[in-house]
T-cell receptor, first 116, second 118 residues
């Protein structure tokens, strides 16, 4: 069964460093998402991406964040200058092309980001 | 903005018994979707069940069923014949209907940690 994959599973970085979190969505999916979950808190939407551009972003997704689909398979989240409060679990999700009244978002296993 | 509230931070159930997890939400939309996601210790979010707001019939998936009360904006999850493998965090989530041009994002509650006792 196709699944969303994410690498690395755990990333440790120093405050102020840049990190890139990688995701491989399900191959025929066209909508991509990033969510984050600070330890013990709820999952929060960061950004959605379609047709090589951001379709929606939350107030969390400030100028320190960017997303990219550099090739036909990867979807990345970059944090330019990490802060302590960026420590969280980051989930990638993907869904089928619009046109389906319901298109389930399939989640990856997450990347745990620890900022020291 | 839509909000989702889960008032039970933790619940426990005996194996083979039934447990109900509560969820309320707030929206001004008439067409939307509601979901329950399971997040086991492995951390991967798994969809358990979904409900379309325009459907009056409550969704059922094997041992999992929902009680959807649209007027009350309530969406509870019932797990019957609980198994040890059901132990996890359970998140209630909301999403607007895409066909009405709504946002695609999922709005999550804070979650309920379910413990299943042998």
């Amino acid at each position: 069964e196709p699944e969303v994959t994410q690498t690395p599973s755990h990333q440790v970085t120093q405050m102020g460093q840049e990190v890139i979190l990688r995701c491989v969505p399900i191959s025929n999916h066209l909508y991509f998402y990033w969510y984050r979950q600070i330890l013990g808190q709820k999952v929060e939407f960061l950004v959605s991406f379609y047709n090589n551009e951001i379709s929606e972003k939350s107030e969390i997704f400030d100028d320190q964040f960017s997303v990219e689909r550099p090739d036909g398979s990867n979807f990345t989240l970059k944090i330019r200058s990490t802060k302590l409060e960026d420590s969280a679990m980051y989930f990638c999700a993907s869904s089928e092309p619009r046109g389906f009244s319901y298109n389930e978002q399939f989640f990856g296993p997450g990347t745990r980001l620890t900022v020291l | 903005a839509q909000t989702v509230t889960q008032s039970q931070p933790e619940m426990s159930v005996q194996e083979a018994e039934t447990v109900t997890l509560s969820c309320t939400y707030d929206t001004s939309e008439s067409d939307y979707y509601l979901f329950w996601y399971k997040q086991p210790p492995s951390r991967q979010m798994i969809l358990v069940i979904r409900q379309e707001a325009y459907k009056q019939q409550n969704a059922t998936e094997n041992r999992f069923s929902v009680n959807f009360q649209k007027a009350a904006k309530s969406f509870s999850l019932k797990i019957s014949d609980s198994q040890l493998g059901d132990a996890a965090m359970y998140f209630c989530a909301y999403r607007n209907s895409i066909t009405q041009g709504g946002s695609e994002k999922l709005v999550f509650g804070k979650g309920t940690k379910l413990t299943v006792n042998p």
